[in-house]
């Protein structure tokens, strides 16, 4: 299966590792993946923000690098549902609907839970607002995650709440972001994981710097990265 990868804005800036454990993860799985480096960004923040206008020339230019490809990849439920709900209202996009979030890919494309993974940590999962309720991943990534050889989930308490990261969001509403944060927090710490993964760097970011500064001692790992650990190849911190 030709794949194209679609690193995502964040991602590719902030956080490649995460785009390269999805390239060693697919190609673990007998994808070709190619990462074509025309490529932009979705356009979702202009979306956002009322810049709809200023969307359409990244929906025409996302359409035109990935077109040929059997499939597109994403490590991000945010972009993804970017792509698949939004682009065919801006421009002619076939490609929107081969375009899929990292875990349903592999679960509803490739027909996979066990992936080879290996990391033993214990890990509690946030799923992330649009994987959730725009993508409706559901239990995907859990089913998954449970099939890492290793790997100690444990259930996050209210884990389908909002961590208040929300792009522009979090800077036009800081104080309502901030709560939002401390709750979501709260029920990490009150995990004793190890761990907290998720399905976008964006959040991860989010509540990771939030973590952070409570020097709670809990890594934001996204989840790809955690598909992609094997004994041979383990994950580092090093890497974060």
Same mark, same amino acid.
Request: hydrophobic residues 40%; aromatic residues 8%.
């Given at each position: 299966?030709?794949? *194209? ?5 964040? +991602? ?19 994808? !070709? &993946? ?5 490529? @932009? ?17 990244l929906?025409?230019?996302? =359409? ?6 059997? /499939?597109? &990849?994403?490590?991000? *439920?945010?972009?993804t549902?970017?792509?698949r ?13 081969? @375009? ?8 509803? &494309? ?5 992936? *080879? ?6 890990? @509690?999962?946030?799923? +992330?607002?649009?994987?959730? !309720? ?5 239990e ?5 995650l449970?099939?890492?050889?290793? %790997?100690?989930?444990?259930? %996050?308490?209210?884990?389908s ?6 792009? +522009?969001?979090? &800077?036009?509403?800081?104080? @309502? ?9 709260h ?5 004793? =994981? ?5 399905g ?8 990771? *710097? ?8 809990? !890594?934001?790992?996204?989840? /790809?990265?955690?598909?992609?650990s ?6 580092s911190?090093?890497?974060?």
């Open positions: 299966m030709r794949v *194209g990868l679609f690193a995502t804005c964040l +991602t590719d800036t902030f956080f490649p590792e995460t785009a390269k454990a999805t390239v060693r993860l697919l190609e673990r799985l007998g994808c !070709r &993946v190619e990462f074509p480096l025309a490529q @932009t960004c979705c356009g979702q923040m202009h979306f956002n923000t009322g810049y709809a206008k200023q969307a359409e020339p929906a025409r230019g996302y =359409a035109e690098v990935f077109g040929d490809y059997d /499939a597109v &990849v994403a490590p991000s *439920g945010s972009c549902g970017m792509v709900d939004i682009h065919p209202g801006l421009t002619a996009s076939p490609i929107a609907a081969r @375009t899929y979030e990292l875990s349903e890919f592999l679960v509803d &494309v490739l027909g996979v839970t066990e992936v *080879g993974a290996y990391f033993p940590h214990r890990v @509690t999962y946030h799923p +992330t607002c649009h994987s959730l !309720r725009l993508l409706g991943v559901g995907k990534p859990l089913r998954l449970r099939a890492v050889r290793g %790997l100690d989930l444990v259930e %996050l308490p209210e884990s709440s909002c961590c208040g990261f929300g792009g +522009t969001f979090a &800077v036009k509403n800081a104080e @309502t972001s901030t709560a939002m944060l401390t709750d979501k927090m029920h990490i710490i009150g995990t004793a =994981a190890e761990v907290l993964t998720a976008d760097n964006s959040c991860l970011m989010h509540i990771g *710097g939030g973590l952070s500064r409570l020097r709670s001692g809990v !890594r934001p790992v996204h989840l /790809a990265e955690i598909l992609a094997t004994e041979e190849e383990p994950w911190s090093a890497t974060r």
